[in-house]
């Protein structure tokens, strides 16, 4: 999004990678994530990488001399262009490239690691983690276009799944760029476990810098992270979003756009606050859409104990970037940091906020979960078990592009297994 610096709060800031402090952690009640284990036998390191993988797995290593790729891009890129599932197995190391995944066909990109087999999370800061795994993928770039019509955020994103590049933009006013009806679907089925995508442009949120594009496309995040402080995470236009076991760290609307999203067992790590967690714009569609961000079962925490002392009580749940925003934090621990009011209108001049904008809470809990406050604010809706049903799970809120619910066979069975809220 554009013209956010009106709302960013300055902070000095630090290179250090994302260490959630024992104090947090214990504030923080446990929801018990586990790791996901369907590739756990091949993600182990092992002296034969292969073993354990399914037949015709590629590897991807900067360091061993019998690989055929040294880039995850080059092994992407090899894949034929027919209906085959794939997956790549990609060896420790900082990888510093931008991902294009384009491909309409199953693929599965695995970054090696002992946690999954050692029944890891990698998410849960009640456990042994240090939030890093040891595949990082890494690129920094911003768009400081603030006309947001010269140079779209498309250009920044550290891994784009999108069929074109149309599908991936974001563009402007309140429906965005206007993909062209003949678009065709992207991936049916992405997925990646045990990779951190980290967009290191700048140390605060400088101008939209996105660590992740979905659009046209259905992608499922397994123990991965995103970090960037601006628009970290954005999914496009029939973007189907899963992340599970997974880090979402950001400062400033790092969960924006127009499709949908289901966060689950996962940290939201504030790093400073400006505009909201959440912003979404909604669609009109000829169908019942639930298009939107829904966060169950997860925490939202400050990334450390010396930004939790800055920005208490000052994180704002979402803001509407456009009037039919939908968002729900489900069954969700809110730290400290979080406004008493939950949810805030976009700007002073420009609140962007209706009776069709949606930003919704239930069933959290937490010292920033103030039931009182939110509904005193008038701009958070607190959903009681009735107005929350079509909203609470996965099968219930992904639909096809044709607006069918139930979409989910793109989902890892373990994760959807687990039943979050
Ligand atoms: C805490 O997090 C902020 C935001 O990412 C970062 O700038 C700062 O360096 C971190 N401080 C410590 C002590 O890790
Ligand atoms: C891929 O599958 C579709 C149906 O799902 C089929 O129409 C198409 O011919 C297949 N393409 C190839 C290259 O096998
Ligand atoms: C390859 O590089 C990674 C990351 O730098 C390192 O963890 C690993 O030990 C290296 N492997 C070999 C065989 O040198
Ligand atoms: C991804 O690759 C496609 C095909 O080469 C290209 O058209 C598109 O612009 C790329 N997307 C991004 C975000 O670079
Ligand atoms: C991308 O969208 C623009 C604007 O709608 C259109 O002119 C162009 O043909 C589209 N490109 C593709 C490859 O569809
Ligand atoms: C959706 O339709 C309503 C009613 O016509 C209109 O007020 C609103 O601006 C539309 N929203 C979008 C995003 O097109
Ligand atoms: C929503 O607000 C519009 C004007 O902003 C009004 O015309 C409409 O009746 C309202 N709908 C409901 C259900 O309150
Ligand atoms: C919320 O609405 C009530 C009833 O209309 C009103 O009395 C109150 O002042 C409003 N609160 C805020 C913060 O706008």
Same mark, same amino acid.
């Given at each position: 999004?554009?013209?956010?610096?009106?709302?960013?709060?300055?902070?000095?800031?630090?290179?250090?990678? =994302?260490?959630?402090?024992?104090?947090?952690?214990?504030?923080?009640?446990?929801?018990?994530?586990?790791?996901?284990?369907?590739?756990?036998?091949?993600?182990?390191?092992?002296?034969?990488?292969?073993?354990?993988?399914?037949?015709?797995?590629?590897?991807?290593?900067?360091?061993?001399?019998?690989?055929?790729?040294?880039?995850?891009?080059?092994?992407?890129?090899?894949?034929?262009?027919?209906?085959?599932?794939?997956?790549?197995?990609?060896?420790?190391?900082?990888?510093?490239?931008?991902?294009?995944?384009?491909?309409?066909?199953?693929?599965?990109? =695995?970054?090696?690691?002992?946690?999954?087999?050692?029944?890891?999370?990698?998410?849960?800061?009640?456990?042994?983690?240090?939030?890093?795994?040891?595949?990082?993928?890494?690129?920094?770039?911003?768009?400081?276009?603030?006309? +947001?019509?010269?140079?779209?955020?498309?250009?920044? #994103?550290?891994?784009?799944?999108?069929?074109?590049?149309?599908?991936?933009?974001?563009?402007?006013?309140?429906?965005?760029?206007?993909?062209?009806?003949?678009?065709?679907?992207? #991936?049916?089925?992405?997925?990646?476990?045990?990779?951190?995508?980290?967009?290191?442009?700048?140390?605060?949120?400088?101008?939209?810098?996105?660590?992740?594009?979905?659009?046209?496309?259905?992608?499922?995040?397994?123990?991965?992270?995103?970090?960037?402080?601006?628009?970290?995470?954005?999914?496009?236009?029939?973007?189907?979003?899963?992340?599970?076991?997974?880090?979402?760290?950001?400062?400033? @609307?790092?969960?924006?756009?127009?499709?949908?999203?289901?966060?689950?067992? #996962?940290? =939201?790590?504030?790093?400073?606050?400006?505009?909201?967690?959440?912003?979404?714009?909604?669609?009109?569609?000829?169908?019942?859409?639930?298009?939107?961000?829904?966060?169950?079962?997860?925490?939202?925490?400050?990334?450390?104990?010396?930004?939790?002392?800055?920005?208490?009580?000052?994180?704002?749940?979402?803001?509407?970037?456009?009037?039919?925003?939908?968002?729900?934090? =489900?069954?969700?621990?809110?730290?400290?940091?979080?406004?008493?009011?939950?949810?805030?209108?976009?700007?002073?001049?420009?609140?962007?906020?209706?009776?069709?904008?949606?930003?919704?809470?239930? @069933?959290?809990?937490?010292?920033?979960?103030?039931?009182?406050?939110?509904?005193?604010?008038?701009?958070?809706?607190?959903?009681? #078990?009735?107005?929350?049903?079509?909203?609470?799970?996965?099968? +219930?809120?992904?639909?096809?592009?044709?607006?069918?619910?139930?979409?989910?066979?793109?989902?890892?069975?373990?994760?959807?297994?687990?039943? +979050?809220?």
């Amino acid at each position: 999004m554009k013209s956010l610096y009106a709302f960013v709060v300055a902070v000095v800031a630090v290179v250090s990678p =994302l260490v959630l402090a024992s104090s947090t952690a214990r504030r923080a009640r446990a929801t018990h994530a586990a790791p996901v284990r369907t590739y756990a036998d091949c993600q182990r390191k092992t002296w034969r990488p292969l073993q354990g993988c399914p037949p015709g797995t590629l590897f991807v290593s900067q360091n061993s001399s019998r690989v055929s790729f040294t880039t995850i891009q080059s092994a992407i890129d090899s894949l034929p262009h027919d209906n085959s599932s794939q997956v790549i197995l990609v060896a420790p190391g900082t990888y510093t490239e931008q991902l294009n995944v384009t491909r309409p066909r199953p693929l599965t990109l =695995l970054g090696m690691s002992d946690a999954p087999s050692q029944g890891k999370a990698y998410a849960d800061v009640t456990s042994d983690t240090d939030h890093r795994n040891e595949v990082q993928v890494v690129w920094a770039a911003g768009n400081t276009d603030n006309t +947001g019509k010269l140079v779209d955020n498309a250009i920044t #994103s550290v891994l784009t799944v999108a069929p074109t590049w149309n599908a991936s933009l974001t563009g402007t006013g309140p429906t965005g760029f206007a993909v062209p009806a003949d678009t065709p679907f992207g #991936s049916a089925d992405f997925r990646a476990y045990n990779i951190d995508f980290r967009n290191t442009y700048a140390l605060e949120a400088a101008g939209p810098a996105l660590a992740l594009t979905v659009g046209y496309a259905n992608a499922g995040f397994y123990a991965c992270g995103f970090y960037s402080y601006q628009d970290t995470v954005y999914v496009g236009k029939l973007g189907n979003a899963f992340f599970y076991d997974s880090v979402v760290a950001g400062q400033v @609307d790092f969960l924006y756009g127009f499709g949908t999203a289901w966060v689950e067992r #996962s940290t =939201l790590a504030l790093r400073n606050c400006g505009g909201g967690i959440t912003a979404w714009k909604g669609t009109n569609t000829t169908f019942t859409n639930k298009y939107g961000v829904y966060v169950a079962s997860s925490r939202v925490i400050a990334a450390n104990d010396t930004i939790a002392a800055e920005i208490a009580g000052q994180c704002a749940l979402g803001r509407p970037w456009n009037a039919q925003h939908r968002s729900i934090f =489900l069954n969700t621990y809110l730290d400290a940091s979080i406004k008493p009011e939950g949810y805030i209108e976009w700007g002073d001049t420009d609140p962007r906020y209706g009776n069709t904008t949606f930003m919704a809470v239930y @069933d959290d809990n937490g010292p920033g979960y103030d039931v009182e406050a939110m509904k005193a604010g008038n701009v958070t809706i607190v959903l009681d #078990s009735e107005v929350v049903e079509p909203y609470r799970s996965p099968a +219930g809120v992904f639909i096809t592009p044709e607006g069918a619910t139930g979409n989910v066979l793109w989902i890892d069975g373990e994760a959807l297994a687990s039943k +979050g809220i």
